[in-house]
């Protein structure tokens, strides 16, 4: 698997918002440099968002995560979503403020 991320950005009272595609799914995603209790498993992915093609043109909600699983990953998702959040944690940690803020 392959992560492309295509837009980065500062969200509202911190982290950072990551947009881009892994494995020919689509995501958006809010990311924390330090583990939280509202992250998926505890750990930086507070909010994520999958979607089998771009949302724009009606692709499908595979995964819904917002402090909670709203839409669970089946098991053909789930690797991926394992996956993107690991990738992204790594991300953000590595990250300096300016990429946090710059557009890829």
Avoid at 75 to 95: H, I, M, N
Wanted: charged share 30%; glycine share 16%.
């Amino acid at each position: 698997m392959e992560i492309r991320v295509t837009g980065r950005h500062g969200g509202l009272g911190g982290g950072t918002w990551y947009a881009g595609r892994v494995d020919g799914y689509h995501f958006e995603a809010l990311v924390f440099g330090e583990p939280s209790q509202y992250g998926i498993d505890g750990g930086q992915v507070s909010k994520l968002y999958l979607w089998t093609g771009p949302k724009k043109k009606g692709g499908q909600e595979a995964a819904v995560f917002e402090r909670g699983w709203e839409l669970e990953p089946n098991d053909e998702v789930r690797p991926v979503v394992e996956f993107l959040v690991r990738e992204l944690s790594r991300l953000e940690r590595e990250a300096t403020p300016d990429e946090r803020t710059k557009v890829q």
